[in-house]
Structure formats: structure tokens, C-alpha cells
Nanobody, 132 residues
Framework: QVQLVESGGGLVQPGESLRLSCATS????????IGWFRQAPGKEREGVSC????????YYGDSVKGRSTISSDNATNTVYLQMYSLRPEDTARHYC?????????????????????????WGQGTQVTVSS
């Protein structure tokens, strides 16, 4: 049974940093692409960053480019999203989702921006709140 569990969210002040974790089980992380997505109240779900573990390629959405780093630890089956210089507009529930890397035919950008292919498993999310 595949499970994704996010952690690391919290309440921080603008300019601070957070490291989100996505602990996976029931899958061999090396053969998957993992995406981080977020959704704020009243807004559509947004792709933040994605990583394809078969080749280590990464994608960052424009809203976090230059302020985030995505990485994978295949030994612990965990994907991290380090977020820097957080802004109030980063406030959202952040989710991770998985898709077999072999299905990412178009690009990681398509996965992140269009959710193409549709991720097959999602975590419950972790809340990030940036406020002074």
C-alpha cells in the first residue's frame, strides 16, 4: 500500500525558511517522480516543484524559482522541499504526490503545471503559514 506523509509545515515570519518532508512507503522512490503542490483557500492547486528520481531532473514553478530546492533521499524514501525567503503568498496547504517516472512522457513541467500525468497517490498535506 502506497502512502505519502508530509511534515515540516508551520507558522513562520516572512523571510524565514522551512523544510518540508514527504515520507513515502510502498513504492521504490527511485522509479517515481514526486511533485509538491499547494493550495490556498479559494485558489486553484498550484504546482510548486517536481523531481524525477530516475535521472534527478527537477522543475520549479515561477512562484518559488530561486527560493526553493527539491531533493530526494532514496535510502529513506523521503523527498524534501527546502523553502527559503518565505512570503505571505506562500501560505497554503502543501501536498506531495507520486507518479511512476516512466509515465512522465511530456516533461516535469507538464507534471507540475498541468498534473499531466495525473499523480496516482497524494498525501494529506502540511500547512505553511507565513505571517508577521
Amino acid at each position: 500500500q502506497v502512502q505519502l506523509v508530509e511534515s515540516g509545515g508551520g507558522l513562520v515570519q516572512p523571510g524565514e525558511s522551512l523544510r518540508l518532508s514527504c515520507a513515502t512507503s510502498g513504492l521504490r522512490l527511485h522509479y517515481y517522480a514526486i511533485g509538491w503542490f499547494r493550495q490556498a483557500p479559494g485558489k486553484e492547486r498550484e504546482g510548486v516543484s517536481c523531481i524525477r528520481n530516475t535521472d534527478g531532473s527537477t522543475y520549479y514553478g515561477d512562484s518559488v524559482k530561486g527560493r526553493s530546492t527539491i531533493s530526494s533521499d532514496n535510502a529513506t524514501n523521503t523527498v524534501y522541499l527546502q523553502m527559503y525567503s518565505l512570503r505571505p503568498e506562500d501560505t497554503a496547504r502543501h501536498y506531495c504526490a507520486s507518479v511512476p517516472a516512466v509515465l512522465v512522457v511530456r516533461s516535469l513541467q507538464a507534471l507540475c503545471v498541468e498534473r499531466d500525468p495525473t499523480p496516482d497517490y497524494w498525501g494529506q498535506g502540511t500547512q505553511v503559514t507565513v505571517s508577521s
